[in-house]
């Protein structure tokens, strides 16, 4: 049974950083691109980064330079750090990975709330 779980949301000043990670179980890691998207309220499901099973790389515009997405397939972790925090930042982040023929998995989410 695949299972994804994000750990490391929560209330952080802005300009500040968190680091969000996604433990993943039931699956070879390696053989997946894993991304992170995030849906704020009232607002469609979003891409935030993707980390191809080749290693492209994929940011959304508006977190181009305050995001950095990484993986550790021998750990089956998937990473997001985030730096230089914003109020529109504010969101439930979801873990995701894909493999072609082997299915797209989804986390529960973690909330990230920016505010001063």
């Known amino acids: 049974q695949v299972q994804l779980v994000e750990s490391g949301g929560g209330l952080v000043q802005p300009g500040g950083s968190l680091r969000l990670s996604c433990a993943a179980s039931?699956?070879?890691?390696?053989?997946?691109?894993v991304a992170w998207y995030r849906q704020a309220p009232g607002k469609q499901r979003e891409l935030v980064a993707r980390?191809?099973?080749?290693?492209?790389?994929y940011y959304l515009s508006s977190v181009k330079g305050r995001c950095t997405i990484s993986r550790d397939n021998a750990r089956n972790m998937v990473y997001l750090e985030m730096d230089d925090l914003k109020p529109e930042d504010t969101a439930v982040y979801y873990c995701?990975?894909?493999?072609?023929?082997?299915?797209?998995?989804w986390g529960q989410g973690t909330q990230v709330t920016v505010s001063a």
């Open positions: 995701n990975i894909f493999g072609l023929g082997q299915g797209d998995y």
């Open positions: 039931g699956v070879t890691l390696s053989i997946y691109s």
């Open positions: 980390l191809g099973r080749l290693g492209s790389i």
